[in-house]
């Protein structure tokens, strides 16, 4: 006798409801006013953490820039990301000078999973809390939104030695959108939040930075003036100017370098030869012969500088009028 058997297989399956959300992101109806520090760097200074307090915390009015939502009831119940953006040009000029701007991951901001835009960066501070679902805002519509804020670190990289002393004002353009992601089972893609951010006129401002920038040495910045006077033929050549002093006041205990460097070089010479008229050359260094030296200077010193006259060819002067020029390189190592 053949015995059929058969099997039966029985499987249990679920069915998910799709996912509910409500995905906005909203920027105050009132310009934001975020404070920062006043810095002050001096030769030794690369980077400068500062300050960024005052961003817009509690209840008040916004603007809804953009409304996503999916399935769901008003009644929902739901969970809550809600998140403050941040974000800054990678970089911003002082006069001419670039200096490389950040926000540091501090006081509960931290790097966001989403891309910036080529030339930003930025970062994102968040809170989850329990709530409805609620209705679908519409885009554009303006509604009573509870903003949060934590103080911000940004950070200032300033290339050493770049700046000259002074006090500057700078505007460090930022962008702020308070985002809310409100969902029952998973939040609502958000990749493209910053570059709405960005796009979005309504969620740009300014810091107002002042920057004082200090020197650890002080030196006489007019111009440096040298006189061959009158030479006559083969008897030019070696001819010297007198000494010029210059003096410079340093904080105790500072490493210095200086360098003499000629405005129009001369094939085949150092650095500090510049061309003086079509006969000759002028040779620039300071007292002892050196033209590129470094000193620790303590409160004061006497940089004593002067030229040397060279015919381009000793058997034949040219008789002219000459005017040659350098330039002394100051540096605060």
């Known amino acids: 006798m053949r015995k059929l058997f058969i099997s039966c297989l029985v499987g249990a399956f679920s069915l998910k409801a799709n996912a509910a959300y409500r995905h906005f992101l909203f920027s105050p109806l009132t310009p934001i006013n975020i404070e920062t520090d006043v810095i002050t760097v001096d030769d030794y200074t690369t980077s400068i953490n500062l300050s960024a307090s005052g961003g817009p915390n509690g209840p008040m009015w916004g603007t809804n820039l953009m409304s996503r939502c999916s399935g769901g009831s008003d009644l929902d119940s739901?969970?809550?990301?809600?998140?403050?953006?941040?974000?800054?040009?990678?970089?911003?000029?002082?006069?001419?000078?670039?200096?490389?701007?950040?926000?540091?991951?501090?006081?509960?901001?931290?790097?966001?999973?989403?891309?910036?835009?080529?030339?930003?960066?930025?970062?994102?501070?968040?809170?989850?809390?329990?709530?409805?679902?609620?209705?679908?805002?519409?885009?554009?519509?303006?509604?009573?939104?509870?903003?949060?804020?934590?103080?911000?670190?940004?950070?200032?990289?300033?290339?050493?030695?770049?700046?000259?002393?002074?006090?500057?004002?700078?505007?460090?353009?930022?962008?702020?959108?308070?985002?809310?992601?409100?969902?029952?089972?998973?939040?609502?893609?958000?990749?493209?939040i910053p570059a709405k951010i960005i796009s979005s006129g309504n969620t740009k401002g300014n810091f107002s930075v002042t920057i004082n920038v200090t020197s650890k040495c002080n030196l006489d910045t007019s111009p440096v003036n040298l006189s061959h006077g009158l030479m006559a033929g083969r008897g030019a050549d070696g001819n010297q100017t007198k000494s010029y002093n210059l003096n410079v006041t340093c904080t105790p205990g500072t490493s210095l370098s200086v360098k003499l460097l000629g405005s129009q070089k001369v094939s085949g010479k150092t650095d500090n030869y510049t061309k003086c008229g079509t006969g000759g050359m002028c040779e620039l260094t300071f007292d002892n012969g050196k033209y590129n030296e470094t000193m620790t200077v303590n409160n004061n010193k006497t940089l004593s500088i002067k030229s040397t006259y060279r015919l381009n060819d000793i058997t034949k002067p040219v008789a002219e009028s000459f005017e040659g020029s350098g330039v002394l390189q100051v540096q605060v190592n």
């Open 78 to 192: 739901a969970t809550q990301d809600k998140t403050a953006w941040l974000i800054v040009p990678k970089q911003v000029k002082v006069n001419g000078i670039q200096i490389i701007v950040d926000v540091l991951n501090n006081n509960g901001w931290f790097e966001p999973n989403q891309r910036f835009p080529s030339g930003y960066t930025g970062k994102i501070t968040q809170k989850t809390e329990r709530t409805l679902l609620e209705t679908c805002w519409t885009e554009g519509d303006r509604q009573l939104v509870t903003f949060f804020w934590r103080d911000a670190t940004v950070k200032l990289t300033i290339p050493k030695q770049k700046i000259l002393p002074g006090s500057y004002s700078v505007l460090v353009p930022y962008y702020y959108g308070h985002e809310e992601n409100k969902f029952t089972d998973e939040p609502a893609p958000a990749y493209d």
